[in-house]
T-cell receptor, first 116, second 115 residues
Framework: QQQVKQSPQSLIVQKGGISIINCAYENTAFDYFPWYQQFPGKGPALLIAIRPDVSEKKEGRFTISFNKSAKQFSLHIMDSQPGDSATYFCAASIEGYGGSQGNLIFGKGTKLSVKP | DVKVTQSSRYLVKRTGEKVFLECVQD?????MFWYRQDPGLGLRLIYFSYDVKMKEKGDIPEGYSVSREKKERFSLILESASTNQTSMYLC??????????????FGPGTRLLVL
């Protein structure tokens, strides 16, 4: 019930196309859903995050769509660029005051390659 | 900018050696984490700490221990390295202000090879 399932494992998109990465969760207590972006040789960094009180959040070319009833959320990258080539991790957590309850649960990651 | 530094980018050790991985953060963060990253398995939490001298097991603590003697420093120890501990190790830190929803800041990682 603590898992976050991410798909696909890898994705190849042409420059200018739309990249879509999906995540699903089981624990309805999750109330924070961030996406992290990791470039080769670097640690992951927060890209964008959403809370379940909204169905969509957009920051530039990156959009999170959230479907509470389906327990799914997805990352859309519009006008994908070669510089977006990275590994993307979705995650989920429960608001708390320390302890394991507040830890991020990460998906297994999606390696995105954007071809020029 | 938050900076999380890890003592080594690459490390090669022999089976049975004791290995120390050091992590230092400069933002006075209360929370610190150690993950390992393996292809197809994502980020798996080894240990975490919410305060000095405090530690809690994550999902895969077997074969590892940690130490947090100072707020800014969190060490991961492999008591007797084995080949199945060959991996990328990532340290992260976060503020306690919004527990459960705080941003985790990651170091660049240490790629450990155990021969």
């Amino acid at each position: 019930q603590q898992q976050v399932k991410q798909s696909p494992q890898s994705l190849i998109v042409q420059k200018g196309g739309i990249s879509i990465i999906n995540c699903a969760y089981e624990n309805t207590a999750f109330d924070y859903f961030p996406w992290y972006q990791q470039f080769p040789g670097k640690g992951p960094a927060l890209l964008i995050a959403i809370r379940p009180d909204v169905s969509e959040k957009k920051e530039g070319r990156f959009t999170i769509s959230f479907n509470k009833s389906a327990k799914q959320f997805s990352l859309h990258i519009m006008d994908s660029q070669p510089g977006d080539s990275a590994t993307y991790f979705c995650a989920a957590s429960i608001e708390g005051y320390g302890g394991s309850q507040g830890n991020l649960i990460f998906g297994k990651g999606t390696k995105l390659s954007v071809k020029p | 900018d938050v900076k999380v530094t890890q003592s080594s980018r690459y490390l090669v050790k022999r089976t049975g050696e004791k290995v120390f991985l050091e992590c230092v953060q400069d933002m006075d963060h209360e929370n610190m984490f150690w993950y390992r990253q393996d292809p197809g398995l994502g980020l798996r939490l080894i240990y975490f700490s919410y305060d000095v001298k405090m530690k809690e097991k994550g999902d895969i603590p077997e074969g590892y221990s940690v130490s947090r003697e100072k707020k800014e420093r969190f060490s991961l120890i492999l008591e007797s390295a084995s080949t199945n501990q060959t991996s990328m190790y990532l340290c992260a830190s976060s503020s306690k202000q919004l527990a459960g929803q705080e941003t985790q800041y990651f170091g660049p990682g240490t790629r450990l090879l155990v021969l």
